[in-house]
């Protein structure tokens, strides 16, 4: 088998060659951040799909993700090195069930998660994502109600954050979902003096023990800026990596074992070298879905 140093440097000329960029979202393999010229989190890498002048995006995250990159650039190849790679949250709402619910609220305004597919999409008003949730929520006109899909936990801290009072959809991310408010005592009590971290996907509970709550960049960064030395990590355990990277002298303690997607694992450097050689899985859009879409991340993307 080849080392990750070849596979790199084949990563890096195969990029050359197809002028691609490669996007990376922080819950990836180290490795496969390692080869990415930009990491970040959901809203970042929309923000970069949108404005790279590459020919082809390869994104290193979930479907919905690359799915984003298609409608925000539609002129460009977008490649997702393992096609599988889906997020069970994004699944637990379909375009069907959704038009169904918002034919229930009369006058409803439909906030969707960016964690969507791009056909949910079509059939919201406004995108959010964890970093800008609150501010998307808080520039909605007051007078209709709002249905909030899919992430119930996001929800509910968004409702607590904005005083905003919105219908719920019943979605969760199982990674972020199953930490409990034992594991979070469990690790106090083996780190007392950590700051606890806690990215808003976990349940409310969860939530209410942090100490900060945010985007996993948002985590990420006030882990480098705090005068704390020791923290308590409620999120998946890819940011690890950046954080280890960037400030070796400070402590970062998983909050427990299980804060993995296997999602955002199953994309290998070997798949990232095969997807660039053969230039395919390739993610596209329906025109028409497409067209609609758009108008919710642009609508977001303009608030941002
Ligand atoms: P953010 O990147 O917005 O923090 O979202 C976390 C996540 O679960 C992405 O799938
Ligand atoms: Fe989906 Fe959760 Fe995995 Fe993010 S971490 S891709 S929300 S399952």
Redesign the pocket.
């Known amino acids: 088998p080849e080392t990750v140093a070849a596979m790199s440097d084949t990563v890096a000329k195969l990029k050359k060659e197809r002028n691609a960029v490669i996007l990376a979202?922080?819950?990836q393999r180290p490795e496969v951040q390692d080869v990415a010229d930009f990491v970040?989190?959901?809203?970042?890498?929309a923000q970069q799909a949108a404005k790279t002048d590459a020919d082809v995006i390869v994104f290193c995250?979930?479907h919905?993700?690359a799915e984003s990159a298609a409608i925000l650039s539609p002129d460009k190849i977008v490649l997702l090195p393992e096609e599988n790679a889906g997020?069970p949250?994004a699944d637990m709402v379909t375009a069907d069930a959704l038009r169904k619910r918002k034919a229930e609220i009369p006058g409803v305004q439909v906030v969707a998660y960016?964690?969507t597919s791009a056909a949910v999409k079509a059939e919201c008003d406004i995108c959010c994502?964890?970093?800008n949730a609150l501010k998307v929520v808080s520039a909605l006109p007051e007078d209709r109600p709002i249905l909030f899909v899919p992430d119930r936990n996001l929800g509910d801290w968004i409702t607590k954050q904005t005083g905003r009072e919105m219908h719920l959809w019943e979605g969760y991310?199982n990674?972020?979902d199953r930490l409990s408010v034992d594991d979070i005592e469990r690790a106090k009590a083996a780190h007392p003096d950590a700051e606890v971290l806690v990215?808003p996907?976990c349940q409310p509970e969860v939530v209410a023990k942090a100490d900060f709550v945010?985007?996993?960049?948002?985590?990420i960064r006030y882990a480098l800026e705090s005068s704390r030395k020791s923290f308590i990590i409620a999120?998946?355990e890819g940011v690890l990596h950046p954080l280890r990277k960037q400030a070796p002298e400070k402590d970062f303690h998983l909050a427990a074992r299980t804060l993995i997607?296997p999602n955002?694992k199953s994309t290998s450097l070997e798949k990232v070298v095969w997807s660039l050689q053969e230039m395919r899985p390739r993610i596209t859009v329906d025109p028409v879905i497409r067209e609609k879409a758009l108008q919710s991340l642009e609508r977001m993307l303009a608030i941002v």
């Open positions: 979202h922080v819950y970040g989190d959901s809203l970042q890498l995250g979930v919905f993700m997020c949250m960016v964690n994502t964890s970093a991310c990674t972020h990215h996907e945010a985007s996993t960049t948002g985590l999120t998946e997607c955002m």
